[in-house]
């Protein structure tokens, strides 16, 4: 059963594991650092589908059956799914999973909606309600470019603060297997802002969130940054990942040990031309189920604080003038269950 | 020799207009489109004042072809317009003296849609 | 947080790099001045086929429009304009390329609502404010006239 340690913040006693994850990328991601942990990179950018929304789905589509593959599940096994993305209404995922039948809950938290996911997936899993969950969710490149800024062929410049949305999707699979990566604590993101009102500088906007739920999780769990070998933030990039580091150094936390970011860590900021990193649902999902998950099962990591973060405008309140509320959820994963009182 | 010239005139006065719009990417907040409506407007402006007149005669196509250019167009037009017709000259003169530039960006524009499809950016 | 929205956007601001203007304005200067050299030269081409100066350098637009179009649609457009900055956004080709992309890209959603009606999507801001600066001209001039 999940415990309550302070507002938001839980703590997971069953220790669900991760039983299944797989990532689905696009080209330019293939060609970054992590390229070849991918479970698939598509060269075709359109995925062979006639739009790129369509496109998207088909990343989700076949990030969940891979994930399902690699845990040995079907989907009648999957008890809820929690999925997400950046397109309007979310038709990225309802049309990527309308053919799997499984009981589904359509998020939207922006970039941080693998936290979002894994989290809930998590609680329902650790409560005991169900069995198994999965959360997904993807962002494409040119689905976003469209949606979010100018047609793919008009030839406006980007500023250096400005991201690149990663095209890629990331799904895990939630269940009792008792095989590491564990999930042991999730923090409930609460909305901040700060006033930034820059749609080219989303890092900046979502900084301070990403600062108030590590720091809850800190106080509520009584640890230091020194306790986790690495704290990873989604997409905050180069400026952001600079302003989290100062934000918590305010608070007495230094985090500049233990940090690190998956918008940073999707690309190679010197020859890919990203500016200041990787953004999107799936930049945080895909390095989550390449990187991260990996890391942990090889037992190079232990204990890893995963915070995606999430720009919660939209094109209307951008071009009101409205500034840009940041969101960022916290998963605690690790190597380790926590120590059982009783095994069962 | 002539043809050097007004080539390197054309250059220089291109050149200056499009460090001008570059000055105001890198150092403003202003979008693309707020920085072309700004070009039309100041061509509009420069042309009404007769300062625009100056540099189309020195600098030619670098003068007309920039945007500042499509503005002194509209302004000209207009002008030319309301010494033949008057009153009316004030709505009929600025878009007919530019309607071949936004006929031809139609036409040109439904075509390659036709034809061609979105790619990702290299 | 512990810090206030002023104090935040400072220190935004101070981690947020700044253009390299020192890269930016020469390439917008060499390629902006680059393509009005071109129309320079099919001016004089159009002037030795015995148009007059107008339509020459209407034909000249036309062209340029012609040559972004084309550009837009081979996808190159748009690598040019990552390098050129202001140097194919300022000078025609700019507002051809700011036609024909959402053309383009929106011609997924039907001719009429996706196309058609998408087509000036950033450049009909152009068209709208570049008409009502040269109608209130066109007032004032006739205002003028009168006395």
Same mark, same amino acid.
């Given at each position: 059963m999940s415990e309550l340690l302070s507002r938001g913040v839980f703590r997971?006693?069953?220790?669900?594991?991760?039983?299944g994850a797989a990532a689905i990328v696009g080209a330019k991601e293939g060609e970054g650092? /992590?390229?070849? /942990?991918?479970?698939q990179v598509h060269e075709d950018s359109y995925l062979g589908q006639d739009t790129w929304e369509k496109a998207e789905s088909q990343l989700q589509t076949q990030a969940v059956q891979t994930a399902l593959k690699k845990s040995g599940?079907?989907?009648?096994?999957?008890g809820l799914l929690f999925a997400g993305d950046l397109l309007n209404q979310c038709i990225g995922s309802s049309y990527g999973l309308r053919e799997l039948q499984i009981p589904f809950y359509g998020l939207y938290g922006a970039c941080s909606t693998m936290g979002e996911g894994l989290g809930l997936a998590a609680l329902f899993t650790d409560s005991g309600l169900i069995r198994r969950a999965a959360a997904v969710t993807s962002s494409h490149f040119c689905s976003a470019e469209r949606q979010?800024?100018?047609?793919?062929?008009?030839g406006g410049v980007r500023p250096p603060s400005a991201q690149w949305t990663v095209t890629g999707a990331g799904a895990v699979v939630v269940g009792?297997?008792?095989?590491?990566?564990?999930l042991k604590g999730v923090a409930t993101g609460m909305i901040q802002d700060l006033?930034?009102?820059?749609?080219?500088?989303m890092g900046a906007a979502m900084a301070p969130a990403a600062a108030d739920t590590i720091r809850r999780y800190l106080e509520a769990t009584q640890?230091?940054?020194?306790?986790?070998?690495r704290i990873i933030t989604g997409d905050l990039g180069a400026v952001g990942s600079e302003l989290l580091v100062d934000l918590l150094g305010r608070e007495q936390i230094d985090v500049s040990a233990q940090h690190d970011d998956c918008g940073l860590l999707i690309f190679n900021r010197e020859e890919q031309d990203v500016h200041a990193g990787g953004s999107g649902c799936g930049c945080s999902a895909s390095v989550l189920c390449a990187h991260i998950l990996n890391e942990i099962q090889s037992g190079r990591w232990n204990e890893v604080l995963f915070v995606p973060t999430g720009a919660l405008m939209s094109t209307v309140s951008v071009q009101q003038g409205e500034s840009i509320p940041g969101i960022a959820h916290l998963v605690h994963l690790s190597s380790k269950r926590w120590p059982q009182p009783e095994q069962e | 020799m002539e043809l050097l010239f007004s080539c390197i005139r054309a250059f220089v006065v291109g050149g200056i207009l499009c460090s001008i719009g570059q000055i105001l990417i890198d150092h403003t907040k202003l979008t693309p489109a707020r920085i072309l409506v700004a070009f039309v407007v100041t061509g509009v402006l420069l042309g009404a004042l007769g300062i625009y007149t100056p540099i189309v005669e020195w600098g030619g196509m670098g003068a007309t072809v920039p945007l500042t250019g499509f503005g002194y167009a509209l302004a000209k037009g207009v002008k030319e317009a309301i010494l033949e017709k008057g009153l009316l000259g004030a709505l009929c003169g600025g878009i007919s003296a530019c309607a071949a530039g936004i006929a031809a960006a139609i036409f040109f524009g439904f075509l390659v849609a036709l034809i061609a499809k979105p790619k990702e950016k290299g | 947080m512990n810090i206030t929205q002023a104090e935040y956007g400072e220190l935004a601001k101070k981690a947020s790099p700044n253009t390299k203007s020192y890269k930016t304005i020469p390439s917008a200067f060499v390629v902006g001045g680059g393509i009005c050299v071109i129309g320079q030269l099919l001016f004089a081409l159009y002037r030795d086929l015995g148009l007059n100066e107008d339509s020459a350098t209407t034909l000249v637009s036309i062209s340029l429009i012609a040559l972004s179009a084309i550009l837009t649609g081979l996808g190159i457009f748009d690598n040019i304009a990552k390098f050129a900055g202001a140097g194919t956004l300022v000078p025609i080709t700019g507002f051809a390329n700011a036609v024909v992309s959402p053309a383009l890209e929106f011609k997924s959603e039907g001719f009429v609502l996706g196309l058609g009606a998408k087509m000036?999507?950033?450049?009909g801001p152009v068209i709208v404010y570049g008409t009502l600066a040269s109608i209130f001209y066109g007032i004032i001039l006739w205002i003028i006239r009168l006395f």
């Open positions: 997971l006693t069953s220790c669900p594991s991760i039983e650092p /992590l390229g070849a /942990l991918f479970d599940h079907k989907p009648e096994e999957i979010f800024r100018y047609p793919l062929e008009y009792p297997s008792g095989k590491p990566p564990y006033g930034v009102t820059d749609i080219n500088n640890t230091q940054p020194g306790d986790y070998d | - | 000036f999507l950033i450049a």
